[in-house]
């Protein structure tokens, strides 16, 4: 069973800093993308920040500049450093990855997601 678990999640101040981690384990055979999705209240899931299958890395406009994501691929991690926060930025944070893994029926490759950690930017 593939898992990915996010933390790091916090209430925090506009201007502010977080950083948030995601670990996948499991039967993993190969991660060939793995970044950060959200989504805010009332609105749809977006992409954040992206490592791509074709060796890219990808953000989204309105976090340009202010969000960074980072990979240790020793121990299949994932990390976003979120600073100059905005009210806007509030949402819940989901780890994806599109991974390939193994079970019981055979080899799949797919898209996977975390539970979600919560970012609440308030003054």
């Given at each position: 069973?593939?898992?990915?678990?996010?933390?790091?999640?916090?209430l925090v101040q506009p201007g502010g800093?977080?950083?948030?981690?995601?670990?996948?384990s499991g039967n993993i055979r190969s991660i060939k993308a793995i970044g950060w999705d959200r989504q805010a209240p009332g609105g749809e899931r977006e992409m954040v920040a992206r490592f791509t299958s074709a060796g890219t890395t990808n953000y989204a406009d309105s976090v340009k500049g202010r969000f960074t994501i980072s990979r240790d691929s020793a121990d299949n991690t994932?990390?976003?450093q979120l600073d100059r926060l905005h009210f806007e930025d509030t949402a819940v944070y989901y780890c994806y990855a599109f991974l390939a893994y193994s079970d019981y029926a055979g080899y799949h490759e797919t898209d996977w997601w975390g539970q979600g950690t919560q970012v609440t930017v308030s003054s």
């Open positions: 069973q593939v898992q990915l678990v996010e933390s790091g999640g916090a800093s977080l950083r948030l981690s995601c670990s996948a994932v990390h976003l």
